[in-house]
């Protein structure tokens, strides 16, 4: 699975991403298929639950190898991930570089600030 964004779209996946984070869930579960893209969070007694989903020309670059790949991340970490200010970002890329990957590969390209 890969995945880039840029411009107004890093805007709204940022948005989208917090929103996520201190209201339901610490584990951000992704779910990724030819059709969509899935961001799911689950509190801990599990009595709220919370899902945005992207399609794939949200993206500039979408691609999933096979039919559907699933992992989760920490939100803490994508939220660390995103305290970087959002107008010096040029371009956010994930990439899980096979369906049994352990770690998904997270990369900011950002501009000098002028």
């Not at 840029?6 to 989208?16: D, P, Q």
């Not at 030819?34 to 992207?54: D, E, G, K, M, V």
């Not at 979408?62 to 107008?87: D, E, F």
Request: net charge positive.
């Amino acid at each position: 699975m890969e995945l880039s964004l840029s411009g107004n779209a890093i805007k709204t996946f940022a948005r989208c991403i917090m929103c996520l984070a201190p209201r339901v869930g610490n584990e951000l579960t992704i779910q990724a298929s030819p059709s969509q893209l899935a961001f799911h969070t689950l509190n801990s007694s599990r009595s709220a639950y919370q899902s945005i989903t992207f399609k794939p020309d949200f993206c500039d670059v979408y691609s999933v190898s096979g039919n559907q790949v699933q992992c989760s991340v920490l939100l803490k970490a994508i939220c660390s991930l995103l305290r970087t200010p959002i107008a010096s970002i040029d371009n956010l890329s994930m990439k899980l570089p096979d369906p049994d990957a352990l770690k998904v590969q997270w990369a900011l390209e950002c501009s000098s600030g002028k």
